[in-house]
């Protein structure tokens, strides 16, 4: 069953492999009525200091879903980041979409490496920023994003369009960086 919301609580994923400022960025998007969903490591993370949040198979209406994690998202999880134009009457709407990607090279062993793409994580972040939602991509941002919301989001076109083109310009960067170029 989906965690409550309402027309005053908002609704934020945070799935971040980074977790340098995720507490207090939590805290602050807690205080200000946002609900937070997140994966595996990151719901825990926020658990350890007490900042409530809920699987993100919760957006779903799925049963939790141990394991599950930025990369292996459900589809119908996309389909939440685009609700709010798509079926906002029957499906909560994600408001804000923070995701850091994980390292592309993971060591399997002394002698070889495993590649891994971020493939979930690369695919909410486009959605978000095609969508214009606030989409946050790296932990620099967590103090002006949270002080631009607290203002009342001032300049929102402005804004969007900024964090929409970083998080683009990043998942470039991370996927240039996996062709052994970067």
Not at 40 to 51: N, S, Y
Request: with cysteine.
């Amino acid at each position: 069953m989906p965690a409550p919301t309402s027309a005053s609580r908002r609704n934020a994923i945070l799935s971040v492999a980074d977790k340098t400022g995720l507490v207090e960025f939590g805290a602050h998007l807690s205080r200000n009525d946002w609900n937070l969903f997140g994966s595996d490591g990151t719901v825990g993370a926020l658990a350890e200091a007490e900042i409530p949040a809920n699987h993100v198979s919760t957006l779903v209406a799925q049963a939790e879903l141990p394991g599950i994690d930025a990369a292996n998202l459900p589809r119908e999880l996309l389909a939440s980041v685009l609700a709010g134009l798509i079926q906002a009457d029957t499906e909560p709407c994600v408001d804000l979409v923070c995701v850091n990607l994980r390292s592309l090279v993971l060591p399997k062993t002394l002698e070889s490496e495993e590649t891994f793409v971020d493939v979930g994580g690369i695919a909410m972040l486009a959605a978000a920023a095609k969508m214009r939602k606030i989409v946050v991509c790296d932990p620099g941002q967590y103090e002006a994003v949270g002080t631009w919301l607290e203002l009342g989001q001032p300049s929102e076109a402005l804004m969007l369009n900024y964090l929409g083109q970083t998080a683009l310009q990043y998942i470039g960067d991370y996927s240039h960086s996996g062709l052994g170029q970067g």
